[in-house]
């Protein structure tokens, strides 16, 4: 929140550089260049709805609350994703390149409607939808509403603060790769329901979502989603809840092999101390058994990777020896590793804090008030 000072400054120029494309012109995608004036603390929305009213009006965002709230002005200020309305102009001139220019585009992995509208519909809502977003209880409906207590529903709090930007779907990686993931956003609101204690069908929507080839095992741990998320919602750590509920809880073994995978590559840096690339194939076709080295799956897997490994070996990143034999760890390290997984697994429950807690109180102490002589103390008043 901008404090007084910031509210009082005069207005500046900021030049903003618009990615244009309107698909149904034929015309390529173009950049446009509009300088407008406004004070430093305005957001970057206000920005670009200067320059449409000013210079040109058939500039296309798409915005409503102007608050954070809505999720619909979801764009790329200088190539990071983020909510127009909630990110000010001084600061998004900051973070731009050298000549101050602010660079804005339309969000990624969506249809390009017109300039920096995307379609939502056509990815993001579509995914949404296929994760079920609605409680499926056993009972019928209740005549009022359901009952539930407040600490049944912290551990969802976290997924229900998100406003369905885009945000982390226009930078999914794993997305741009697969455009059939299931993605962030959905699978976020997918543990929205899954750690509903209301749900009756925990275990379905995990197994559904566990043997899609493009479901809960597509994610690659980028990080991406939990940085572009502007309401900290952390979709990667909700989707990794989904993963650790199907496999230790519901022992979901999908037929991806993303359950064994998982497994492999765990067990391989407690037995190794770190990753051991040459056996994390067998390992996950085969389990941590001798035959799993000579699973057939695992062989015909292990020859489509060939060419990745034997890249990685005259690029450098790995020596033949350590793609064979693994990386070579003191014994004192691999005994400290070792160690953290006793003292993990000898618990004897899963524990796992999920509590949200977001931003900050901006709400200044207040002063403290002198009391008149012979005057009641605020405590008497109150009382
Ligand atoms: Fe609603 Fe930006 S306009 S979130």
Redesign the pocket.
Known sequence: MADMADVHRPPESFRLRLRRYDPESGDAPYWDEHTIELEPHRSV?EGILQARDRNDGSIGIR???????????GIRINGEPA????THLDAAREAAGADGTIEIEPMGNMPVIKDLIVDMDAVHWKKVRRVTPWLLPSEPAPEREYIVSKESMVDVTQTMAC?Q?GACVSDCLAMEVDPGFVGPAALAKAYRFVGDPRDEQQRERLLDLAQDPHGLYDCTHCFKCVEACPKDVNPMGQIMRLRRIAGSDQHIVDRNNGERHEAALTTLVRDYGLLHEAELVPRSYGGNSWFGKFHPAAGKELLGLLPTAVSAVFKGKVSVKQALLGHKLAKRDLEAVKGIYEKVESRPERYELNLYVSGVDEEPEPEPRAVASGAASSEEVAS
């Open positions: 929305l915005c409503s609350c102007r608050q954070a709230i809505c999720g619909s002005c909510l127009a309305c909630h406003i930007c």
